[in-house]
């Protein structure tokens, strides 16, 4: 049964910095794209970061301030979150796209998903 477990979510104040983990199990994603995703409220769930063996890719809105990882051996992926601001509050989710390498910023392209961690930036 695959399984993906976010974890490393918070309360934190406008500048500060978190880090996700992201542990994967059931199966080996090394030859996939892992993506984070994150989804506010009354807002649609929009593209983070994700990486393949091919990139990475960042939103515009993240790029320079957050920093995606994988290990691909212990199939976890981790997202490093710098400079956060009240706008980075969401709630955060891994997924992975069997598809391939090409790293998709459209969620519905991604078939795992975890159940998500709070982030909350306050001001």
């Known amino acids: 049964q695959v399984q993906l477990v976010e974890s490393g979510g918070g309360l934190v104040q406008a500048g500060g910095s978190l880090r996700l983990s992201c542990a994967a199990s059931?199966?080996?994603?090394?030859?996939?794209?892992m993506g984070w995703f994150r989804q506010a409220p009354g807002k649609e769930r929009e593209f983070v970061a994700g990486?393949?063996?091919?990139?990475?890719e960042y939103s515009d809105s993240v790029k320079g301030r957050f920093t995606i990882s994988r290990d691909y051996d212990k199939n976890t992926m981790g997202l490093q979150m710098n400079s956060l601001q009240p706008d980075d509050t969401a709630v955060y989710y891994c997924?992975?796209?069997?598809?391939?390498?090409?790293?998709?910023?459209?969620?519905?392209?991604?078939?795992?998903w975890g159940q998500g961690t709070q982030v909350t930036v306050s001001s």
């Open positions: 059931g199966r080996s994603f090394s030859l996939n794209t």
């Open positions: 997924a992975t796209d069997l598809t391939g390498w090409f790293i998709n910023v459209n969620p519905r392209e991604y078939n795992y």
């Open positions: 990486m393949s063996r091919r990139g990475i």
